[in-house]
């Protein structure tokens, strides 16, 4: 027994993240996802990276942001290209009659683009009001 999954808080919780909520479609699923993930990602690169004084910070971060989604959304799309279709993991978002794994494909490459999207938002609140 864990005290917060088990709780009704926690299931909650859980049920309410775009991941698992009901009535989204794939590709709202990785657009909120991956904007998400894009908007939090570039603060790292620009408060710790080595350019973290620099007036080109901000880019800096952006550009390793994209990158870093780029590079999670090749690793979301192999994964369901291999293991997931092996374990029946991707068939979750799939309609009836789409050929399987078309949904997660789909959440995959939205994602992509939501996480750039966030990233450039990031980017240009840094930009416009400074860190």
């Known amino acids: 027994y864990a005290p ?30 991956g904007m998400a993930h894009g908007y939090f990602i570039i603060g790292p690169f620009v408060s710790l990276g080595p350019l973290r004084n620099t007036p080109e910070a901000a880019t800096v971060g952006l550009l390793c942001g994209c990158v870093l989604i780029g590079m999670i959304s090749i690793g979301g799309l192999i994964f369901g290209v291999t293991e997931g279709k092996v374990n029946g993991k ?41 860190s």
């Open 4 to 33: 917060l999954p088990d709780s009704g808080f926690g299931k909650q919780y859980v049920k309410n993240l775009a991941f698992y909520r009901d009535g989204l479609q794939p590709w709202q699923r990785g657009l909120e996802i």
């Open 90 to 130: 991707v068939k979750r978002f799939d309609r009836p009659g789409d050929k399987e794994g078309a949904g997660y494909t789909k959440m995959i490459n939205w994602h992509a683009l939501g996480g750039v999207g966030g990233a450039g938002f990031a980017h240009a609140l840094l930009t416009v009001f400074g």
